[in-house]
Each structure stands twice: as structure tokens, then as C-alpha cells.
């Protein structure tokens, strides 16, 4: 249905097409009054076709936009443009608003003087709104992509981003740079054999063993040891963690790789444990010398009951700084990869009972009584020096946290195809927050600064590094005022 005021018929095609046009049309004097409007602008605007026909598109149009749209209108009149498209609000018969693309063209007479105006509006609201939603879409991404990239960027160390087929889909400029030591002659964007990659032995890595191989089949890893490049002089060491990615259901789309350069942390560690190795090399043969002559002096008879106590009081220490001199070695030898234990048959009885025996010397000077118990004889496969060197370190540790007229006790015996050796003694515990950590390398809990315990937190250790390299476990239970139990269990 359309309204009407002044304009003159048209014909049936025309009415038609006003009528049954899905975009809305209205005839426009050149003042800007509504001559006819279709059925289309009337709904969407709201207005009934008569209430609208006695209004004028000054009237509907947006404030802000009613400024362009005249200058519009009056340059097609003064016939500097025959017609303009133009976006444009309208508010409604209930004062929403709605976006318009308004198409205008200007019907003269034969004189040339303007008769009305022909005007097209299609509602673009909901394309605009989506447009919108697009451009903020757009925006926030831009946005999470910058953020990403500074966040890339601003990492220490160089992280790669790889997708399920481990191709690198994006990586920052320190990874760029290890890149070209792992492939000096260029890479393709993807793990390739060509990788000057190598592990702590320096075994070249074949393709399917890179950490972007690894992290793009799924795996999760941290602390991975590699080191990377041609040429040795300029090799790095670098740590290298991975983390999947996965999306909304769980599928695995590609993973992330963090790798921190620790050359320089391995190049210290390697020179103080090649520092330790030779000080305990060179401290050893005179410590030797020196215990042989204390020995022969504490045998002598020309010594004053005064001068033997105090030929014991310096073998005491002298033997407190030997077990030091061979923990140091020890360590220096683990820390270089060589084999840590060369086991055969052996009565292991007989070597922890000596070893109970030499620590008297140490318990009686701290007036701490040792107590052995286990059979005359136990035969197992095991390395002798090493488990002589675990229960050195388990009784010095129980004399040292032991007060005067504690008891220290030893026993040994056989469980269900294993040698278990336990060492309980009644002294002074160790702290609960320390229990976790008492066989970390260094580790010194709160009683032995407490009680200025001299060692260097190597002991418990290297206990249970010969024990592991044994295939057995070992285990601590203590608590502070109720002194302390382990247990060592090795197969037989």
C-alpha cells in the first residue's frame, strides 16, 4: 500500500514496484516532504503510511547525519551531481535507530527545473551491527597477536611454536638465532636431518629425537640437556621444555618450545667439578701419609698417655677430612659420567663390620656408643668400597647429630631376596621441612647450621647414588628430638 498527496499517477508497473519492492522507496519534493512512501519504509520505520506521509526526511534523519545529506541534496538541485548514495540513520516511530543505505536521484522537467526526488533505502542495520562485531573481532586479535609477539619477544630465552606436523609456525629472534647454529646452511621452516644437534654425550640427534619432533607428537617435557652447533668453540648448551597445545575438544594441534641457554651454567659446573676432582686428587696422597704416621704413633709406646690422646684427637680429624677428600671425588667422578660402581661377589657382613669398627675412633671421641648387629657372614653382588662408603657416610652423619651417651645402631640383615642395612640413632632429628631434600646434592638442612655440623652436604647423596646404582632404595624417616632411621635396601 502506498500514500499519496500531490504527485500525479503513474502507471500500474510503477505502483507495482513501490508496492511489492522489498527496499524502501518514497518520492521526495525538493523541499524534502514525503509526496509517496511503499509499504517497505513504512515498516521499517514504523510509522503508518498516512502518519509518515505528513512528515519530511528532515524529520527521521539522525541529527548528526542531517548535515550531510543537505549538503548532498543541494548540490544535486544546483546540478553539480545528478545523484548521491549515502549511509545514513533514521530514528523511528519509537525512537530507535536504524542504518540505512539511502540511494537518491533527481527527476527534472523538460525545463530542466527539479521536480521530486526518487529515493531507495535498504536496511543495512544488521549488516552493520555485524560489521562491527567483525571490525572488534578484528581488532581483539590484532591485538592478542601484538600481545603475543611482545610477549615472544620479551622472553629470555628462544621459544618456537610448531604445529602437529612439527612445521614452525612462528618463533622469536633468540630462537632465531640458535636456528642458525643448528642449521648453519638454512632450514625449510621444519626439524630437518641436517641439525647440528647433540645430547649430553654429544650423540648427534637423528630427526625424530628433536625437541620440536618430540614436542609436536604430543610429549611434555622439561630441563632436556642439548647442546647445539658445528663447531665446538661455539657449541651452545641449551635447557628445552615443551608444553601441547590442544583445541576446544582435546585434539593436539602443535605445542610450544622453550629453550634456555645454560651454557655458561654448564661451563661453571664443569670447571668446579674439574676444580674439586684435582684439589681432591692432590689433598689425597698426603692425607694418606698423614693417617699412616698418626697410626704409627698412636702404636708407639714412647708416647705420653697425654700425646695419644691427642695422636687420636688429630686422626679423628684427619679421617673427618679423608671421607671428605673421597665424598668430593666421588662426586667429581659422577658429575663426569663415569661408572659409579664395579660390583662382584663379596661378604658384605665382613665390610660394614669393619666399617663399624673404624668409626669407633669417631664415636668414642664424641662419647656416642655403636652398636652392630647382623650374621657372621652375608654374601651378595656389590661393589665393597662403595657400601663401605655408604655406611662411612650414615655413621658420620649419626655420630655428628648424636649427643653425649646416645646410642648409634647397625644392623644388618637379609629380607625376601634383598641386604638391608639400617642405621638408627638416638639424636637430635632433622627439621620436617628438610626431610624432602636431605639427599640433595649441597643440601644442608636447619640442625646442621644449628649445631655448626661441618661437612659439605654431600654425604646423604652420594648414599643414594651408589644405592640407586646398586638397583636398591633407600629411605630416611627422622623427626626433630626422636634422632633418626634409614634403610637401604639392595638386591642380593
Known amino acids: ?210 625437541p620440536s619432533m618430540r614436542a609436536a607428537r604430543g610429549e611434555q617435557f622439561d630441563g632436556v640437556l642439548l647442546w647445539v652447533g658445528e663447531d665446538p668453540e661455539s657449541r651452545r648448551a641449551l635447557s628445552v ?39 681432591s686428587h692432590e689433598l689425597r696422597t698426603p692425607l694418606t701419609a698423614a693417617l699412616a704416621y698418626l697410626e704409627l704413633l698412636d702404636d708407639s709406646g714412647d708416647v705420653t698417655p697425654e700425646g695419644h690422646q691427642q695422636v687420636g684427637a688429630a686422626r679423628r680429624n684427619m679421617l673427618r677430612l679423608s671421607h671428605l677428600v673421597a665424598d668430593l671425588l666421588f662426586a667429581a667422578r659422577v658429575s663426569a659420567g663415569s661408572s659409579v660402581i664395579d660390583p662382584y ?35 651378595a653382588v656389590a661393589d665393597g668400597m662403595r657400601l663401605r662408603q655408604v655406611l662411612d657416610n650414615l655413621l658420620s652423619n649419626a655420630i655428628a647429630y648424636s649427643r653425649a651417651g646416645d646410642l648409634v645402631r647397625v644392623t644388618l640383615s637379609e629380607d625376601r631376596g634383598h641386604v638391608v642395612l639400617t642405621v638408627a640413632d638416638e639424636g637430635v632429628g632433622i627439621d620436617r621441612l628438610d626431610v624432602a631434600d636431605v639427599f640433595t646434592r649441597f643440601f644442608r638442612g636447619a640442625n646442621a647450621r644449628r649445631l655448626q655440623v661441618s661437612g659439605a652436604g654431600l654425604g646423604l647423596d652420594i648414599v643414594r647414588t651408589i644405592v640407586e646404582a646398586h638397583a636398591g632404595e633407600v629411605s630416611l624417616d627422622s623427626a626433630p628430638g626422636t634422632g633418626t632411621t634409614v634403610r637401604v635396601a639392595l638386591p642380593r
Not at 615443551?242 to 593436539?252: E, H, N, Q
Not at 664415636?363 to 657372614?377: C, F, I, L, M, Q
Request: glycine share 8%; aromatic share 6%; with cysteine.
Open 241 to 279: 621444555s615443551a608444553r601441547p597445545v590442544r583445541d576446544r575438544v582435546g585434539r593436539l594441534t602443535g605445542a610450544v618450545v622453550a629453550h634456555q641457554d645454560v651454557t655458561d651454567l654448564l661451563r661453571a659446573v664443569r670447571a668446579k667439578d674439574d676444580f674439586v676432582a684435582i684439589v
Open 1 to 210: 500500500m502506498t500514500a499519496q498527496t500531490h504527485v500525479a499517477e503513474t502507471d500500474d508497473l510503477w505502483r507495482l514496484t513501490m508496492e511489492h519492492s522489498p527496499v524502501g522507496i518514497a518520492i521526495v519534493s525538493p523541499a524534502g516532504a514525503f509526496l509517496t512512501v511503499n509499504a517497505a519504509l513504512c515498516d521499517m520505520l514504523g510509522y503508518e503510511p498516512d502518519v509518515l506521509a505528513t512528515l519530511d526526511f528532515q524529520s527521521i534523519t539522525h541529527p548528526d547525519d542531517l548535515a550531510s545529506d543537505l549538503r548532498l541534496l543541494d548540490q544535486t538541485i544546483a546540478g553539480d551531481i545528478s545523484s548521491y548514495r549515502i549511509t545514513k540513520r533514521y530514528i523511528c516511530a519509537d525512537g530507535t535507530v536504524v542504518i540505512g543505505d539511502l540511494s537518491v536521484a533527481l527527476l527534472r522537467a523538460p525545463d530542466g527545473s527539479p521536480v521530486h526526488f526518487i529515493s531507495q533505502v535498504a536496511d543495512i542495520t544488521e549488516r552493520h551491527a555485524f560489521v562491527e562485531r567483525l571490525d572488534a573481532a578484528e581488532a581483539a586479535f590484532e591485538a592478542e597477536q601484538r600481545r603475543t609477539e611482545a610477549l615472544f619477544e620479551s622472553v629470555a630465552g628462544g621459544l618456537l611454536q610448531v604445529d602437529a606436523d612439527g612445521a614452525y609456525l612462528a618463533y622469536n629472534n633468540r630462537l632465531s638465532d640458535i636456528l642458525d647454529l643448528a642449521y648453519p646452511r638454512g632450514h625449510d621452516g621444519h626439524a630437518g636431518p641436517g641439525a647440528h644437534v647433540y645430547d649430553v654425550d654429544l650423540r648427534r640427534l637423528p630427526v625424530d629425537e628433536l
Open 345 to 379: 661377589r663379596l661378604d658384605v657382613a665382613t665390610v660394614l663390620a669393619e666399617a663399624v669398627e673404624a668409626a669407633g675412633l669417631d664415636a668414642s671421641g664424641a662419647g656416642v656408643r655403636v652398636e652392630w648387629h647382623g650374621p657372621s657372614s652375608l654374601v
